[in-house]
């Protein structure tokens, strides 16, 4: 099975960019779809963006929408969310997570077999 890895986050002012990656060490044959979520302290872990593995068809939230990109170059790289435009409300812990078997809400956390440790993305005003 693969175990997710991020990197990219950081600290970042208000309209900003950042690109997170998510390695997944390990096959990647059977995966279905990659997806990020995030979780600000107080808060409830929330959708951001999805990646079906074979069609490449790809998934957001309404908060992600026009200012979030989610993409692969193929099955042996890293997904990416390329982030434009951060806003302070974006600050939370960023996770990627991985599913193997076939689901038709990508945007359910609970879905997910396998989740990477995270990484902190920061947005000043």
């Known amino acids: 099975q693969v175990q997710p890895v991020e990197s990219g986050g950081g600290l970042v002012q208000a309209g900003g960019s950042l690109r997170l990656s998510c390695a997944a060490s390990g096959r990647t044959f059977s995966t279905y779809a990659m997806g990020w979520f995030r979780q600000a302290p107080g808060k409830e872990r929330e959708f951001v963006a999805a990646i079906r593995w074979r069609t490449g068809d790809t998934y957001y939230a309404d908060s992600a929408k026009g200012r979030f990109t989610i993409s692969r170059d193929n099955a042996n790289n890293p997904v990416y969310l390329q982030m434009n435009t951060l806003k302070p409300e974006d600050t939370a812990v960023y996770y990627c997570?991985?599913?193997?078997?076939?689901?038709?809400?990508?945007?359910?956390?609970?879905?997910?077999?396998?989740w990477g440790q995270g990484t902190q993305v920061t947005v000043s005003s």
């Open positions: 997570a991985v599913v193997y078997s076939a689901i038709a809400r990508v945007d359910r956390w609970t879905n997910y077999d396998r």
